[in-house]
């Protein structure tokens, strides 16, 4: 085969640091599109972005041409700084170190979409940690 062809779905998910309930309505739709414009940057399709509280989710297309890590480091730290720009309320804004990423089987993107987007929803019966801890 004489070029590279690669369709890998991501579900990405990371924290707040602590845990702390940072991602509000006042700036909840503005992460959404900023997080989803720097997965487009990195050449890494966006196809849902959603978060809750203290976390956020990301479904996209992993680009052949850059490393998971290096893409959450990329769309942490940038974010992490645009977000710090929203006001005083968010000036001691970070991200926690960690993250998850999970390959999803394409047959399974619808789901994953109705899942980030029903994450308020979804988390006023189960916490976060809990969904964590019940999948690993």
């Known amino acids: ?27 909840e739709n503005e992460l959404y599109a900023y997080l989803g414009a720097t997965c487009k940057a990195l050449d890494c399709e966006p196809i849902k972005v959603g978060a809750h509280l ?6 996209c297309k ?3 041409k850059i490393a998971v890590m290096d893409l959450l480091e990329e769309v942490k730290k940038s974010s992490s700084k ?3 720009t929203k006001g005083d309320k968010y000036a001691n804004f970070y991200w926690q ?5 999970f390959s999803v089987n394409p047959a399974e993107i619808e789901h994953v ?10 988390h006023a019966k189960k916490s976060f940690q809990d969904e964590c801890r019940n999948f690993f």
């Open 113 to 122: 979409i109705n899942y980030i987007a029903n994450q308020k929803e979804h």
């Open 97 to 101: 170190g960690g993250y998850s990423a």
């Open 82 to 84: 645009w977000i710090k």
């Open 62 to 64: 992993l680009s052949r």
């Open 1 to 27: 085969m004489s070029q590279s062809l690669a369709q890998i779905y991501l579900h990405i998910t990371y924290s707040t640091k602590y845990r702390e309930p940072f991602i509000d309505e006042k700036i």
């Open 54 to 59: 203290d976390h956020v989710h990301i479904l």
